[in-house]
Structures are given as structure tokens and as C-alpha cells.
């Protein structure tokens, strides 16, 4: 197996271990996918995979479609991704990606963070280049109709990385660019995708002992708490 598979093993979801706080995150894919390219998912594949993980993660209807209905109303303020950049203690460097209305409320946030735990709070590209910015799909394994080895080579072209299966179906990462294109062979192709998404995957790791471990967790928490928080990626092998 490989780096993706690895990483895949090792993350924590601590963040979304309610469904509460997974149902937000998914609302706002919802909302920034509907104000990049409108409300129909037939013609917009970015809301087609918001939808996708809205399922996935047992997202009610009414609450997919309240998403959409708000997020088509002129008046209502449309979230947007922002990365920020830092390190943590014992030189872990940290990537958030946070979706915000409200650009001055979160930077002001994240950066209270680094400062108050003994980080750094980096500018933009401080860290970002030791991270591989990949995208991710999650089909149903059940009537695939071709082994993993038949599969990777029917996406060889699209410059897969990774194919494994895990308990929950079989996972395929690729080079964020060709999101679109995997995207669109498997929906011609009638395979089934279950969810997708956008990933940034340590380039090395560093390996910490438990008390050098315990004090960036304490930064991780912090960091994960915040409610416009969707994602953090780090460094520090675990």
C-alpha cells in the first residue's frame, strides 16, 4: 500500500464524530458548490459530489435542499475556501482549509490559535509545498465487473496514484486536476460513486515522542473546534 492508503489509516476524524458538525461541513460544499455553478446537479458536477456525501453520510433530504434553496437566494452571503498555513510546536507544519463568510472572524481565529499554543502563524506558501493537493473518489464495490488491477488500468490515463479497497468500497486517488475527468468516467461508466473529495497529503512525516505529540494535538484540537474549520492536515506521523 501506499502514501495515500497510509494516511487514509492513520487520520483521525475527530471533528466529525457528530453528525451535527458533519452535516455543516457538508452543508457549506453544498452552498459554495450551488454559488460556483447554480442549483441544477445534472449541470454542475461539483454540487453532483456535495450531494454525493450528503448521502454517504445519511445528510436528511430537506436538509440537502434547504442548502440548496439558501444558497440560491441573493441575499445570503456565500462562503468561500481559505487555506491557512503555520507550524505547530516541535516544527510540524500545519495546512487548514476552513470555508468562511466572514474572512477577518477566521483569520483572527486561527491565527489566536497558533499564538496562544506555541505555534507559528505562517503566510501564504509557508508550508502548502510540503503537501500534495489530491482528489479522491469512493465507489461501491459490490457488481464492479473488473479486479483492482483491471480498474487501474482503465484509469491509467487520468494519472491515478492509488486504487485500494477498504471495508466501505474501493478508494481512488489521483492528481487534484483530474477530478473532472475521473469524475466523468465513472459516471459514463455506471459506476457507482458513494463520495469524493479533495485531500492534501503530507509529502514526508515526522515522527514526535508522545510528549512532543501531546503538545501539537493541543494546537489540532484547538484548530478543529473552530466552527468554520472543514479540514487540517499536518505533518506529524501518527
Not at 461541513?25 to 447554480?38: F, L, P, Q, Y
Not at 454525493?52 to 434547504?66: G, I, L
Not at 506558501?125 to 482503465?154: A, P, Q, T, Y
Not at 468516467?185 to 514526535?208: A, C, D, H, M, R
Amino acid at each position: 500500500m501506499g502514501r495515500a492508503f497510509e494516511f487514509r489509516k492513520a487520520r483521525k476524524f475527530k471533528r466529525w464524530a457528530t453528525m451535527a458538525k458533519t452535516f455543516t461541513r457538508i452543508g457549506r460544499e453544498i452552498s459554495m458548490a450551488v454559488k460556483d455553478g447554480g442549483p441544477n446537479p445534472d449541470a454542475n458536477a461539483r454540487l453532483r459530489a456535495a450531494i454525493q456525501n450528503a448521502k454517504a453520510a445519511n445528510m436528511p433530504k430537506d436538509n440537502v435542499e434547504r442548502a440548496i434553496k439558501k444558497a440560491t437566494e441573493k441575499d445570503t452571503a456565500g462562503y468561500k475556501t481559505v487555506l491557512f498555513e503555520g507550524y505547530a510546536p516541535h516544527g510540524i507544519a500545519i495546512l487548514v482549509e476552513t470555508a468562511t463568510d466572514n474572512n477577518n472572524r477566521t483569520v483572527g481565529n486561527i491565527r489566536s490559535y497558533f499564538n496562544k499554543l506555541n505555534g507559528t502563524f505562517g503566510t501564504s506558501g509557508s508550508v502548502i509545498f510540503m503537501f500534495d493537493h489530491v482528489c479522491n473518489f469512493r465507489i461501491n464495490k459490490e457488481n464492479l465487473g473488473m479486479d483492482l488491477e483491471e480498474l487501474e488500468l482503465e484509469l491509467i490515463d487520468f494519472d491515478v496514484e492509488e486504487i485500494f479497497e477498504d471495508e466501505d468500497g474501493i478508494l481512488i486517488y489521483a492528481p487534484f486536476s483530474q477530478f473532472g475527468n475521473i469524475q466523468k468516467y465513472l459516471e459514463e461508466n455506471n459506476l457507482e460513486i458513494l463520495s469524493s473529495g479533495f485531500e492534501y497529503i503530507p509529502q514526508v512525516t515526522k515522527k514526535l515522542s508522545e510528549e512532543e505529540k501531546a503538545d501539537v494535538e493541543k494546537l489540532l484540537e484547538k484548530i478543529e473546534e473552530d466552527d468554520d474549520t472543514q479540514n487540517v492536515y499536518h505533518t506529524m506521523e501518527t
